[in-house]
């Protein structure tokens, strides 16, 4: 597979599944304590990262959790930000400005900081009250944010499937490995194909719409300088629909969750405009060993790899390095 170090891809993978007992410990210490709120705050991807988690919360629970942006979040606050409060980051490398920021502000306000990222002696991981180690360049952060948060549900009583989805977990390197092998001549195909598309179009629901929003704004525009629009399935039929043509290359991110239907109909009207639809869905993908429930909570890593194949074949069709920036960590803003 192009650009693809296994043996690195699986030790990552298991890393941050291997945080189990410390996620779950942390989470007994979180309830013991008294925490009755939890933000989930992030930057560019590791904030649209954080949603799927929230939804998790919103569909099976009364506690409040929610995600913002780390740089909006300093200068407009929260009214539960407190002494209650257990505030969640995650940075690949530790440095993120706006969350480094984020994290001397909610600390200040007394709440209880917990990070994951891949360097221990990052800036990030120095300065909060618990922080969680994963190999260095572990991406994506979803498994150790399912299981905190499906402990932390658990614990409330509110998510039975828990111990079973954490089980499972431990399958994560072959299933994904696996989803990577069957992805790759689906993404070197699709990326001969696109060569020279500079627009797409992207759908996604659900905890999919976090997947969505991450690969346009991280990938196609960061990464590749391409123009995208991006739009929740719930809310295609409200505006953004006014742009396909027969010619948009439009990429949609299907899951196995209750808002697949959502989708299904979105794809269905953009197939009678455009003729270069592709659909990504996890049910292409055996998953073995994950039950429906779990399949489900996994949709946007499976998603991930899978992408993670097109995205490095679009830079081998573009000559253009997915490590390539014109202003990010370049210029001063």
């Known amino acids: 597979m192009l650009g693809f170090d296994e043996t690195a891809f699986r030790t990552q993978i298991a890393s941050a599944v291997a945080l189990r007992p410390q996620i779950e410990q942390l989470v007994d210490q979180l309830i013991d304590s008294g925490v009755d709120n939890v933000l989930l705050i992030g930057a560019g991807g590791t904030y649209s990262q954080m949603w799927p988690y929230e939804l998790l919360a919103r569909e099976r629970s009364t506690l409040s959790v929610r995600s913002a942006i780390a ?32 994290i001397e502000y909610v600390a200040a306000a007394g709440a209880t900081t917990i990070a994951f990222t891949g360097h221990a002696d990052s800036p990030i991981a120095t300065s909060v009250d618990h922080s969680l180690v994963s190999e260095p360049k572990t991406w994506p952060f979803d498994m150790q944010l399912l299981l905190l948060m499906g402990r932390l549900l658990e614990r409330r009583g509110e998510f039975d499937g828990y111990a079973t989805l954490a089980d499972q977990l431990v399958r ?14 689906m993404a070197a195909a699709f990326a001969d194909a696109h060569a020279d ?137």
């Not at 909006?72 to 490398?93: C, H, K, P, Q, Y």
């Not at 072959?174 to 069957?182: H, N």
Request: charged residues 25%.
């Open 172 to 185: 994560l390197p072959d299933a994904l490995v696996a989803a990577a092998k069957q992805a790759e001549p």
């Open 197 to 333: 598309t500079d627009y797409y179009f992207l759908i996604g629901g659900g905890p999919l719409w976090s997947f969505a929003y991450l690969y346009s704004m991280c990938i196609l525009e960061e990464m590749q300088w391409l123009r995208t629009t991006r739009v929740h399935s719930a809310e295609f039929f409200h505006g953004s629909l006014e742009l396909l043509e027969e010619d948009t290359a439009v990429l949609i991110f299907q899951g196995e969750d209750s808002t697949r239907p959502l989708t299904d109909r979105a794809e269905a009207f953009a197939k009678r405009i455009s003729r270069d639809v592709t659909v990504f869905d996890t049910r292409e993908y055996a998953l073995e060993g994950f039950s429906a429930e779990s399949r489900a909570l996994i949709a946007p890593i499976v998603l991930d790899t899978v992408m993670g194949r097109v995205s490095k074949h679009l830079e081998r069709v573009r000559d253009h390095s997915l490590d390539l920036r014109r202003y990010y960590r370049v210029m001063d803003y």
């Open 71 to 102: 740089a909006e979040l300093v200068v407009a606050g929260d009214a539960l930000l407190g002494e209650r409060t257990a505030a969640v980051f995650t940075s690949v490398t530790g440095t993120t400005e706006d969350v480094v920021r984020a």
